[in-house]
């Protein structure tokens, strides 16, 4: 199936399905199609990264925010992800993308992705990402006003905590190009 199709079928359940709380789970099925396949006959790696951007769309519309930010012209803006792949997805295998908010801070919003077949995790990802008015990235406690929903964050993962630590490393890294090596 086409990834148009995926995406008009993600657009019409997320505005007419059943709705959700903002730290509830979206559950979203899908089926590995040929043209999801790599060399190795399983699915691509960047496939996972399209169908997650699904199902945090699928997230958006059901809990609510999609509403909110399409009337006042907000952006949802993806800032990292990092992934484990657990066991391969083969062709025609039917999984589901299961999406959650984990929690926020002042600027990050933070979501766990999971690709889920027989109850077993075939890849988990985390991503963070803003949402923006403009070129203002705003506030969580904005956003989350604007749906109504005044509580904390929950406390954070310590997994979310560790991948925070390595993004600093990678942001203090040097950022110099990359020397071509002479060839004499």
Known sequence: MNLVFRLLRVLILGLVGPKIDPLGRSIVSFRVWPNDLDINIHMNNGRYLTIMDLGRLDLILRSGFGRIMLKRRWSAV???VTIRY???LTPFQRYDIVTRILGWDEKWVFIEQQF???GQACAI?????IVIDGSRALPMT?????IGYPFPSPPLPDGIRSWLDAERDLTAAPHAAVERPTIH
């Open 78 to 80: 993806l800032g990292s």
């Open 86 to 88: 657990r066991r391969p």
């Open 116 to 118: 889920v077949v027989d």
């Open 125 to 129: 990802a985390y991503s963070k990402a």
């Open 142 to 146: 904005e956003m989350l006003a604007a």
